[in-house]
């Protein structure tokens, strides 16, 4: 009690690009959310606002898998339905959507 807890997050993938080495910058700075993309198709994959959601690109999975390897949570708020499911498939660990339409409504249409 009496306790309170700070979670840092991005709220996209922007200020690192497609820089994987990056990453490992930020965590050290004690980030240990990401969300991946505000509403637009980005490096990792596409944003819920693009009129074609190609899902994780290739640079998208291995960011996955450096983020399993890391600890670090992956937010799947404001990407696009594809991207979602690609990232639920290809992570090794859980996954949230922090401030998001429910990722089991992907699942069950």
Partial sequence: MGK???ILGFQSTSPVEEE????IFLVDLASELFNWSICKQN????????????GLSKFGIELVERMN???I???LSHVGNQTS???????????CCTHA?????????
């Fill in 4 to 6: 309170i807890g700070i």
């Fill in 20 to 23: 994987v080495g990056s990453w």
């Fill in 43 to 54: 490096f990792v994959g596409g944003g819920c606002l693009e009129t074609k959601d190609c």
């Fill in 69 to 71: 390897e890391l600890g």
């Fill in 73 to 75: 949570t992956i937010d």
């Fill in 85 to 95: 499911k690609d990232a639920v498939e290809t992570s090794r660990k859980p996954v």
């Fill in 101 to 109: 339409k429910p990722l089991w409504t992907l699942f069950t249409s």
